[in-house]
């Protein structure tokens, strides 16, 4: 709480610390208002360029990818119609039903397939009759092909039986495509997907025939055309290839291969746009995911507020600096006045400039110097004044001249003093001249207000003579800063209390007391206390001084006990000096008693601030 009501107080006295709070809230507001409207609209603007450069790079990549699927399809075709690879497949299969000669004819066949020139894309092909595969050639495990094995018998008979399953009345397709088995097993990574042709060698018709050609191909075929849809890094747009029934063939992410495409494309959020794959009846499809295109915007956004956070630090300390530089006379202007407030008429500013602020400055120097001018007026005609009023009491000045006062006093102990330092006896000499200052400033009657300082230094020298008298029964420290030395206060307003902890606080000790006096700000008020560790109060001695601070009429001091006698002795200097700070402070002033029997007293002043110090 402390360090707000000091951040408060500062804003309000210094015009460039708030001007530049102002400015800060104010510029963080717009930035605020302008990057939540550029977030908008450039989502709005992103969501639609991305659907005009997706929607045009889905025709591009539409059509590259009819091509290379023509091209597959079209060297299936010159297989399918092949007399070698046709002939060699009847032989294969005559061996077969008979079981005669079966591997040379089937590996045949096999060279047949071997020896053709595949495009890049074709990993395998094999041959199959009505009752299964006669023999397969597989270029992604030449030593022994394994892609047709015993473990792919429902995907074998499932592509016999869309074949030579169909009535003689129906359509005998020229090819179809299948996607299982839809993994490799030699290869656990590589998704495939098959071609199947009717193999008549030019022989035969096609619903005559008794052979199926199979190409496999991998899936990642069509990586290289889905990487013009795909964004490296970009969640939000996701490219896929999908069948005639919904289901992913092929898509980045591995995961989603095989499942279903409305998990990706049917919510609410998402632009679906879909282009029609020729000849096999599939989908080319992207996705726009909005949500997930507004968490990357967030995520830039967001580094670019970091940016303009720091942009608008850096800014605003600019401005704070320069503005701090542009009010430069008018701190001088204040310290100036406040010199002057204390009685000092010389203080004059240095210019250094010559903007409408440094020219207020002049004026203000020449302000100074005609109050200077008609204070020497003045103090010449009170010259005047004193000189006749200092003739009227010349008489009774002699008559006093005769008698002891404290100038003799005060005079002798300079010159025993000198005495002293003329023996050697500096210690003595330094004692003396500590009673002398004691002396002067306590018989000074020119006037009760001091300065902070003065009655410090004043209460420091009375504590070193009390503790040379007393030797080891005490010792003091006093921690008060300097900046709050010229506060004005009343003379000799702390001796009282000083004088209870030596007299009463270490009574009967020998040795371990200790004084302290410090000072602090507290808020608007100075805080100042005297503490010992002495013996402490007794309840009847604390809730008499306890009396005397409230100003409690009600509880006298007047008590027949000699316990009470040394309470009146405490009470009748405490008392005295706490009405005339109360006078001297108004009612802002208070002061406090802390004290516990056997662990000493604590009194607590808080003065408040002079009206020159809380301008500062």
Known sequence: MNLIKKLKYYFAIHFAASFSLVLAVALLIVTILQQTYLKREYLHYLLE???????????????????????MIYQGGKMAVDEDIYDRAVDADAALEEEKDINNLTLNLYRSLQSYGYESTIKAAAVFRREGLITQYDKMKTSEAILWNDGTGEDQQM????????????????????????????????????????????????????????????????????KTIDMPGVEYI????????????????????????????GESSVTHIAREIRYFGWTLNVVIDKEKMEEHIDVIYGRSSVVYGLLLIFGVAVIFIWFRKLLHPVRQLSRSMKHVEQGDYHSKIDIEGSHEIWQIAEEYNRMIEAIQQKNLEIRRQHQETLLSIEEKHQAEREALESQINAHFICNTLGS????????????????????????????????????????????????????????????????????????????LMFQPFVENSILHGFEGRKQGGMIRISGKLEGELLKIVIEDNGCGMDAETELAIQAILAEHESL??????????????QGIGIRNVVTRMRMYYGSRFEISLETQEGKGTKFIFLIPIPETEEEE
């Open 159 to 226: 592509i016999l039986d869309s074949f030579f399953g169909r009535n003689h009345d129906e359509t005998f397709p020229r090819f179809r495509v299948f996607l299982s088995p839809g993994i490799h097993p030699a290869h656990k990574d590589c998704g495939v997907f098959h071609i199947a042709y009717p193999l008549t060698g030019g022989k035969v018709s096609i619903w005559k025939t008794d052979y199926l050609l199979v190409l496999t191909s991998e899936t990642n075929m069509f990586q290289e055309y889905l």
């Open 238 to 265: 996701q490219g896929y290839i999908a069948d005639q029934n919904g289901n992913i063939v092929y898509h980045s992410n591995s995961d989603l291969i095989g499942t279903q495409e409305s998990l990706i494309s």
């Open 556 to 569: 006298s001091l007047d008590r027949k006990d000699s316990g009470v006698k040394s309470q009146k002795r």
């Open 49 to 71: 360029q991305s659907f005009e450069t997706e929607n045009a790079a889905l025709e591009s990549v539409q059509k590259n990818l009819n091509a290379a699927i023509r091209e």
């Open 416 to 491: 025993i003093n000198y005495e002293a330092m003329e023996e050697g006896n500096y210690k003595v000499s330094i004692l003396l001249k500590k009673l002398s200052n004691i002396l002067r400033y306590t018989f000074d009657q020119k006037s009760q207000d001091v300065f902070i300082c003065q009655e410090i230094a004043w209460i420091d020298q009375y504590l070193y003579l009390q503790k040379y008298r007393l030797e080891t029964v005490f010792d003091y420290e006093i921690l008060f800063p300097d900046i709050y030395g010229q506060w004005p206060c009343c003379r």
